[in-house]
Antibody
Framework: QVQLVESGGGVVQPGRSLRLSCVGS????????FHWVRQSPGKGLEWVAV????????FYVDSVKGRFTISRDTSKNTVYLQMNSLRVEDTAVYYC?????????????????WGQGALVTVSS | QSVMGQPPSASGTPGQSISISCSGS????????VYWYQHVPGTAPKLLIY???ERPSGVPDRFSGSKSGTSVSLAISGLRSEDEADYYC???????????FGGGTKLTVL
């Protein structure tokens, strides 16, 4: 079955960097797109970034543009979220998620499978 | 302020039917598929509805989705205590070039 496991969360000071990893298993990694979605304390779900199945396109929410970078390493079945210049407001549980369906370039735009999440706390 | 609006809360008694609305615009719901998620905080969100009104395998037929113009609804029939969770709509927004979530609706089963 599809499994997504995040790692790399922790406590970091404002202005510092952190890299989240997400290892996928139980499916053909190279044929799917991946999202990062976060939930700040007391808030709703917020989409952060997506990388398409072929890695040719990446999109970000405005609040992280220029600071966060999504990437993938197909040889390791891993998706990354490099987070630089972290702010207190980036504190959240970060979920890695995979599209529900992707075949022949026709892919769902939203996630179908989710990991359990990684907590990132930005605090001095 | 979310791009797509949902009522912050909804409630019902066991066995009742309820509906959760989600309103958007021509750049998201009006031209792209909508997805619905069930989320119990601290756990992984669960896909309930995809492509406006399709159910993934394993999701009970008590859950259904509908769409009209730039608004969508999630209907839940035969409410159960385990349905108590937060519910989110989501759609790709062509103007923002990103996925947008509704603000979420907290469902309480009384």
């Amino acid at each position: 079955q599809v499994q997504l496991v995040e790692s790399g969360g922790g406590v970091v000071q404002p202005g510092r960097s952190l890299r989240l990893s997400c290892v996928g298993s139980g499916f053909s990694f190279s044929t799917h797109g991946f999202h990062w979605v976060r939930q700040s304390p007391g808030k709703g779900l917020e989409w952060v970034a997506v990388i398409w199945y072929d890695g040719t396109s990446k999109f970000y929410v405005d609040s992280v543009k220029g600071r966060f970078t999504i990437s993938r390493d197909t040889s390791k079945n891993t998706v990354y979220l490099q987070m630089n210049s972290l702010r207190v407001e980036d504190t959240a549980v970060y979920y890695c998620a995979r599209d529900r369906y992707c075949k022949g370039g026709s892919c769902d735009a939203a996630p179908g499978y989710w990991g359990q999440g990684a907590l990132v706390t930005v605090s001095s | 302020q979310s791009v797509m609006g949902q009522p912050p809360s909804a409630s019902g008694t066991p066995g009742q039917s309820i509906s959760i609305s989600c309103s958007g615009s021509s750049s998201n719901i009006g031209r792209n598929y909508v997805y619905w998620y069930q989320h119990v905080p601290g756990t992984a969100p669960k896909l309930l509805i995809y492509r406006d009104n399709e159910r993934p395998s394993g999701v009970p037929d008590r859950f259904s989705g509908s769409k009209s113009g730039t608004s969508v609804s999630l209907a839940i029939s035969g409410l159960r205590s385990e349905d108590e969770a937060d519910y989110y709509c989501a759609a790709w927004d062509d103007s923002l070039s990103g996925l947008v979530f509704g603000g979420g609706t907290k469902l309480t089963v009384l």
